[in-house]
T-cell receptor, first 111, second 115 residues
């Protein structure tokens, strides 16, 4: 089982709609989870971190964590063309003290 | 300005040649990481270090070497033993934390091409 898994996409969402990105992880002891945005040819940018079960909101972004199901999600409200990018889910693996990334989901916002 | 600096931005390597990629941070971060990204792929961990003078292998360490002699610096050497080194190399750093890890911040990356 891969440590952090995401659907590769592409996920196409109309402008103004809600984009929903999902991620699962294997290490039940992980406590910290992150969402990064990566534009083509650029380095990843940290956009959200979440540590507790439930929702965490920051502007148009909401991260959701369900530790019982080992599931993390990112919702992007009022999607804009500038949100088109690859979104990487990452988890801090407490057993090894390292940050592991999923392969990323390509998001395409349709104007 | 605080940040992570990788150099060079582009690097060309001849077959059989070792090259070293630089990564420097002035964020006072304890942990530093090296990842490799191939086209259309996610990030794969090469090496990481939680403290000076200590580092661990990641998932794809073969053909690479690192050192951590200073807190601010974590250079990566791509040796001739790495058979397919053409990739985008990303360095990251973060604070260490026992419980909540605040997340890693990335440099701008180095594109390595074998010619």
């Amino acid at each position: 089982q891969k440590e952090v898994e995401q659907n590769s996409g592409p996920l196409s969402v109309p402008e103004g709609a809600i984009a929903s990105l999902n991620c699962t992880y294997s290490d039940r002891g992980s406590q910290s989870f992150f969402w990064y945005r990566q534009y083509s040819g650029k380095s990843p940018e940290l956009i959200m971190s979440i540590y507790s079960n439930g929702d965490k909101e920051d502007g148009r972004f909401t991260a959701q964590l369900n530790k019982a199901s080992q599931y993390v999600s990112l919702l992007i409200r009022d999607s804009q063309p500038s949100d088109s990018a690859t979104y990487l889910c990452a988890a801090f693996m407490n057993r090894d003290d390292k940050i592991i990334f999923g392969k990323g989901t390509r998001l395409h916002i349709l104007p | 300005d605080g940040g992570i600096t990788q150099s060079p931005k582009y690097l060309f390597r001849k077959e059989g040649q070792n090259v070293t990629l630089s990564c420097e941070q002035n964020l006072n971060h304890d942990a530093m990481y090296w990842y490799r990204q191939d086209p259309g792929q996610g990030l794969r961990l090469i090496y990481y270090s939680q403290i000076v003078n200590d580092f661990q292998k990641g998932d794809i360490a073969e053909g690479y070497s690192v050192s951590r002699e200073k807190k601010e610096s974590f250079p990566l050497t791509v040796t001739s033993a790495q058979k397919n080194p053409t990739a985008f190399y990303l360095c990251a750093s973060s604070f260490s934390a026992d419980f909540t890890q605040p997340g890693a911040f990335f440099g701008q990356g180095t594109r390595l091409t074998v010619v």
